[in-house]
């Protein structure tokens, strides 16, 4: 038995201590039972999806064949993708900028740089509303994606300060005798910016990207008030179908999503390795 | 060494640079030969680092001039002087293999692929590192590192390479060993080194010539015996070394003798002249080294023989308080008659002569006339 371990504790060894490990079991019960339950239910042979009565894989047939849902999950993806790239360029650029050079007024852009992070989304979704609407009469009629602009730059606004927070931490622990050494070998302003800081802030932009691109995905409250009559996102479709009943279609439907994310998630961490994306946190 | 002479390299001129309204270099005038090792040395923040910085370009002189091979580098950035620099981190790129944080100054100078190989293999050779192209900086070493740093900017081939505390971070072992490589290597491929460091070993095992700072000004600039042997203040003298210094009065003062009598030591006496006012304050430094150390009466025959000046001068006698055995050689703290302390050292010539004194020994000193200089500041 593993569990009660032969050789003796070592004094900071607490993973190897019942309760440690029993605490851990309960922590991720609570975290992933739902999800877990979710997945399930998807394969679910039920239209009222309360009790499980066989398995069946007809509601991902279904849920494909759903054509509003499957527009609201590529406008939900065009969404994250374009939104994820221009959060990662705006706010690595406010990131260096704060981290690299003093202006007037730094204390206040540094400060206000991180509101729509605190703003309650509800606020930020009405304040999109009447600045979209009323205020610049954005149109509604536009076709795609071009229709999804003003969601895009909804999104953009709560997305680019959390790639600022991460980028800027990482920048924290940057040594600035690699920058003057790049220059002593004959880089210019440019050539450092490109062969020095980019590659140290490489696993804070990979991760400010992951960051972006789940809150854009899954952001319901903003992108519901911002988005016109005609566009639907994802999560907005789930629940307009969620109101009449929870059927295993929008099961299998998050269980997709979920993968994607879970995919996405391991090529980012394949691609810049466990460690350095854990080391910006 | 060649003894022709040979033009400045790096010509520093009343360079004087504050931050804020405290000057980290004062008013500082140098030449820096070309070809030579050339160290500053002196305590932390005594403006040796900003000095190093001033000629890589890192920092802008308030006032002055520096030049580098005839040219005035007032605006010229980092990027376009002909020199380079070791940093003390070494700021190897982490994220570049060797060969490529090697090849990095060349690709940005526009060279083409089969030269940068070339180059890069040479250079590696150069530090000893051939085989090492495709490490990564954190599969190596920090001796290794320092070598990969190395490498990158003699690659470059400057006019001066600049080394910002070289050796600092290595463990002593390592630290000995490079220091002689880096001596080697500096004969090797003919660039001059400037070479910052607080460490006087280091600074006298590797130098052709020192410069020793202190607040921002040259205490002085000679060569490392010179600047051991004939130290020009109390200043280098204690810096530079570890010595007993003792005030006292110059009583004689001819061109080829003098004495001063200091009320710590007794009567020293010297075998040349010193060109000072006759009764002036001055001060002895007298290194631990150069002291003889016996049994009072017992030495009488070895004083004689080495004895060259007159009775009652350069002779001491005391007590033993301490002492401290580093294998080599065995550190003495002797309280003297006067009541002042010398410090004395002892080589350890045979395997018991640490067995010689012991604590609380009584014991007699004496050293010869040319060992003990005198300073006026």
Known sequence: ?281 | MTDAPKKPIIQIQNVTKRFGRVAAVDNVSLDILAGEFFVLLGPSGCGKTTLLRMIAGFELPTEGTILIDGQDMAGIPPNKRPVNMVFQSYAVFPHMSVADNVAYGLKIAGVKGGEVRDRVAEALDLVKLGGFEDRMPDQMSGGQRQRVALARSLIMRPKVLLLDEPLSALDAKLRAQMQFELAELQDQVGITFVTVTHDQDEALSMASRIAVINKGEVSQLAGPSDLYEYPANRFVADFVGSVNIFEGKLTLDEPDRAAVDCPGLGKVYLNHGVTGPHGADVWVALRPEKIYLHVPGEGKAVRAAAQDAPDGHNFARGCIKGMSYLGDITLYDILLESGARLRVSRPNLSRHDQEDFTWDDKVSMHWRADSPVVLLG
């Not at chain 1, 602009?149 to 600022?164: D, E, L, Q, S, Y």
């Open chain 1, 1 to 281: 038995m593993a569990l009660f371990a032969r050789t003796p504790l070592a004094p900071l060894e607490y993973s190897r201590t019942l309760w440690m490990r029993a605490w851990v079991g309960l922590v991720m019960l609570f975290l992933y039972a739902p999800l877990i339950v979710l997945m399930i239910f998807s394969f679910n042979d039920s239209k009222r999806n309360v009790v499980w009565r066989g398995f069946t894989t007809k509601y991902y047939e279904k849920a494909l064949g759903n054509d509003v849902l499957v527009e609201a999950l590529v406008n939900s993806l065009t969404i994250a993708a374009l939104a994820t790239i221009a959060s990662l360029i705006l706010g690595a650029v406010a990131a260096v900028m704060l981290w690299r050079f003093r202006f007037p007024l730094k204390g206040a852009v540094d400060g206000t740089i991180s509101l729509p992070i605190i703003v309650p989304e509800i606020c930020m979704g009405v304040a999109f509303l009447i600045f979209f609407a009323k205020w610049l009469e954005w149109p509604t009629d536009l076709i795609w994606p071009f229709n999804l602009g003003a969601i895009i730059i909804a999104h953009i606004t709560f997305c680019f300060p959390f790639v600022t927070m991460v980028v800027r931490s990482r920048l924290a622990s940057f040594n600035r005798e690699q920058e003057e050494a790049a220059k002593d070998l004959g880089a210019g302003e440019w050539g450092v910016f490109r062969d020095v800081l980019i590659p140290h802030m490489k696993p804070a932009l990979v991760a400010g990207a992951l960051l972006s691109f789940t809150l854009s995905l899954d952001d319901f409250v903003i992108t519901y008030f911002t988005s016109g009559p005609d566009t639907i996102t994802f999560p907005v479709k789930v629940y307009s179908m969620v109101r009449f009943s929870v059927t295993p279609e929008v099961n299998a439907a998050s269980t997709l999503l979920i993968l994607l994310t879970i995919v996405l998630t391991a090529v980012a961490l394949k691609l810049q390795g466990v460690k350095a994306i854990a080391e910006t946190h």
